[in-house]
DNA sequence: GATACTCTTTGACGCAGATCAAGTGACAGG
DNA sequence: CCTGTCACTTGATCTGCGTCAAAGAGTATC
C-alpha cells in the first residue's frame, strides 16, 4: 500500500483529510466535493438509531459522538467513542447497526451513500484510505476488549484518562509537556458505560487516583495529570502506548 | 462497492474464494497463486509472538487459531478467534499486534507481505473484499465489547456457544435443524479467555446450563442444543443473531 | 496395569464492584 | 430567594465471580 499521507493537505472537511490524497486524486476530490453536505446535531441529540435506515456516512467535524448497543433490559455498552476526523457508517450497509449519539454540540460533513460508494469503486485509494482506518479501529477495539475484559476499576479509569489524553494530543498535534491536562467530554455516567462499570465505580476511582496523587481535578470534567508514566503504569498497560512519540 | 460474491468460485486456497473474485479477476488470481505458500502448524504451537517482525499475511485453511492479548503480569484476554477462511495479518504493518496461536492442527495459506501489497494495490477488488472483511471483524468485536462489559457469566457462556454454532453452521453452509449439536473447539481455559471470566467460572456455568436443561453434554467438548431459542434467549440476545436466516 | 500427565469439576471462602440510598453543589427559572 | 433539576459524591450492604484447594476423568508413556 503507497503511502500518501506524508502530502495530505487537511481543509475544512476531514475526509479531505483522512480519506483521499489531495495531491493524487485531486479530480476525485473535486467531486467528493460537489456530494458533501453538513449536519449539525445538539448535545445530547440522538443521531441515529440502532435499526433505523442510514443512507449516509460521514466524519465528525467537531464535537464528539458515540455508538453505544443497548439490550433489551437496559444494560447498555457504549462501542465507540467518535473524536473529530472518525468516520461514521459502513459502505455497503444500510441499517445502523448502532445508536449513535451526540455528546457535545456536534458538526458531520456527511455523503449520500450512493454516491460515495460509486466514487469509492472508482478511486482505488479512498478504499484503500478507508482500509487503514477501519484497521486502526479494530485494533483501537481490541485493546478495549482486553481493557473490558481484564482490567479492574481503576486500572480501567486510569486508561479512560490516558486514552483520551492521547487522542487529544493527536488531534491537535502538540506533544504533551510539562503538566498534562485533559478535559473528559464524558459524563460519568458515558464513562461507565465505556468501561463496563456503574456511575458509582467510576466515581470513587477517579476519587481515590486523584487521593492517591495520581490526578488532580479541576471542576468535575477537567484533569490534570501531574506524570503520565504514572497514569500509564496505574492503567495496566506495559508500553507507553504512543503516548511519547 | 459492486458485489461480486455471487460469482466466486471457492476452491482449496480460501483467499481466492474470499478476497477476490475468480471472475472478474482471473489474471489477478493467477498471479496471487504464483505467491501463495502453505503452513501447517500442531495443535498449542504458537504462530507469533506479540512484537515479532510479522512479512506474511495469511488466511486459516483448516484448523482453529486464536489472538491473544497479555498483560504483564499475565492476565489474558482472547481478542480475535479464526475460523477457516478467516484473515490474518495487517496489510502496512510489519509487527504483529496479538499472540497468534494455533488451538487445533492448523493450516494457513499465506502470501509474503511486499507482493501481496503490491498486488492489493493494483487491484482494487481486493482492497474493497478486504475493507468488507475488516468492517465485519470489527461488527464482531463491538458484539464481543458488549458481552465482556454488560453481560452475565451465563449469559456468556450461552453467547459463546450460540456464536461457536452460527459460525460451523455458516461454514458448512448447512441450515441448522433439529437437534443442533456443536463441537467446541476450546479448552475451559480457552472459552474463559474469550469470556473475561476464569476457568473454574465456565465449568459451573456449563453445569448449571446442563442441569436447567439449556444444553447437554455429550463428552466435555461435544454440546448438544435442544431449543436454540432458548439458548438465545439465555445469552441475552435481542435478535436471532442471524441463526435462521 | 501403574504412573504421570492435562483437562475438568466441585466446594469453601473472600472481595471487588453492583445495588440501594442519601446528600452536596451548580445552575436555571419563577 | 426559593425550588427543581442534573451531575456528581459518598456511605452501607449485598452478591457474583474470583481465589484457593482438592479430587475425578481421560489419555499417553513406560
Known amino acids: 500500500m503507497q503511502d500518501h499521507s506524508t502530502h495530505v493537505q487537511c481543509s475544512e472537511c476531514p475526509i479531505r483529510h483522512r480519506a483521499v490524497c489531495a495531491k493524487c486524486e485531486s479530480d476525485e476530490l473535486s467531486r467528493l466535493e460537489q456530494i458533501k453536505y453538513y449536519r449539525s446535531f445538539q448535545a445530547g441529540q440522538t443521531i441515529i438509531w440502532s435499526g433505523d435506515r442510514m443512507d449516509f456516512v460521514g466524519s465528525v467535524v467537531t464535537g464528539i459522538a458515540t455508538l453505544t448497543q443497548t439490550m433489551e433490559d ?3 455498552q457504549m462501542v465507540g467513542l467518535l473524536l473529530p476526523s472518525d468516520f461514521v457508517g459502513r459502505p455497503g450497509r444500510s441499517v445502523a447497526a448502532y445508536d449513535v449519539t451526540a455528546t457535545t454540540d456536534l458538526v458531520m460533513c456527511c455523503f449520500r451513500k450512493k454516491p460515495f460508494e460509486d466514487m469509492m469503486a472508482a478511486t482505488p485509494h479512498i478504499a484503500q484510505r478507508l482500509l487503514e482506518m477501519t484497521l486502526d479501529e479494530l485494533d483501537a477495539a481490541r485493546e478495549w476488549m482486553l481493557l473490558l ?5 481503576r486500572e480501567k479509569i486510569a486508561s479512560l484518562i490516558s486514552i483520551i489524553a492521547r487522542r487529544e494530543a493527536a488531534l491537535h498535534l502538540r506533544k504533551p509537556k510539562g503538566m498534562l491536562s485533559v478535559d473528559l467530554p464524558l459524563t460519568r455516567e458515558e464513562m461507565a458505560d465505556y468501561l463496563g462499570l456503574t ?3 467510576v466515581s470513587r476511582q477517579i476519587s481515590a487516583l486523584k487521593k492517591d496523587g ?12 501531574p506524570d503520565i508514566d504514572r497514569l500509564l ?7 507507553d502506548g504512543g503516548m511519547l512519540v
Open 74 to 76: 437496559g444494560r447498555r
Open 149 to 153: 475484559g481484564r482490567k479492574t476499576a
Open 199 to 201: 456511575l458509582e465505580t
Open 214 to 225: 495520581v490526578i488532580a481535578l479541576e471542576g468535575n470534567r477537567h484533569v490534570q495529570i
Open 233 to 239: 503504569e496505574e492503567a495496566g498497560d506495559d508500553s
